[in-house]
């Protein structure tokens, strides 16, 4: 399974759009992207998922770059409960590897 | 709809003592899955089911950690003897078979002293 890197912490401000960056340079032809958020003493969310195309649902948008190495999960306008980590999973949906996330802090 | 319920929600034990952990998965999902979330760090898959069956259980430390869910539906995780490093997190996810996203419980907070 691939592996990916984020960014450990990022913070946003109330209402902007916050924009969380995933690398995923090894992934196969045939893994998809997941995001999965965990906000604190609750179970991991999903998110959204994609495999090439950009993806959009009533939480985030999804851009992965054209060669799939990279990915961008985008709040469209943050709010202080989008506090959370948020995970950046590549694979199938069968076995998911999490890695370390990003811990986003959306600050007022 | 209700979600995956978890219980207990908190266990504190001493070390040498046996633990169970139970969890009841979404109506008519087929795939359950059981992880184990240390602190600071992402949850870790130590089992699979699809229905009764253990499809994945490679990441089960099968010296002390068990799993069984007899009729497809409930599943029980147990640890005989708990350690000092099992302090953790347990989480129990479901979904409605594969390709499908999983949903996850509240998770048991164990705690061996």
């Known amino acids: 399974d691939a592996k990916t890197t984020q960014p450990p912490s990022m913070d946003c401000a109330e209402g902007r759009a916050a924009n969380l960056p995933c690398n995923h340079s090894t992934i196969s032809g045939n893994e998809y992207v997941y995001w999965y958020r965990q906000i604190h003493s609750q179970g991991p969310q999903y998110i959204i998922h994609?495999?090439?195309n950009n993806e959009t649902n009533e939480m985030a948008s999804l851009i992965i770059t054209e060669d799939r190495k990279s990915s961008t999960l985008i709040l469209p306008h943050a709010t202080l409960r989008d506090t959370a980590v948020y995970y950046c999973?590549?694979?199938?949906?069968?076995?998911?590897?999490f890695g370390t996330g990003t811990r986003l802090q959306v600050f007022p | 709809e209700a979600g995956v319920v978890q219980s207990p929600r908190y266990k504190i034990i001493e070390k040498k003592q046996p633990v169970a952990f139970w969890c009841n998965p979404i109506s008519g999902h087929n795939t359950l899955y059981w992880y184990l979330q240390n602190l600071g760090q992402g949850p870790e898959l130590l089992i699979r089911?699809?229905?009764?069956?253990?499809?994945?259980d490679s990441q089960l430390p099968k010296d002390r950690f068990s799993a069984e869910r007899l009729k497809g539906v409930d599943s029980t995780l147990k640890i005989q003897p708990a350690e000092l490093g099992d302090s953790a997190v347990y989480l129990c996810?479901?979904?409605?078979?594969?390709?499908?996203?999983?949903?996850f419980g509240p998770g048991t907070r164990l705690t061996v002293l």
């Open positions: 999973i590549v694979g199938n949906t069968d076995k998911l590897i």
């Open positions: 994609g495999l090439k």
């Open positions: 089911y699809e229905n009764e069956e253990a499809v994945d």
């Open positions: 996810a479901s979904s409605g078979g594969s390709g499908n996203e999983q949903f």
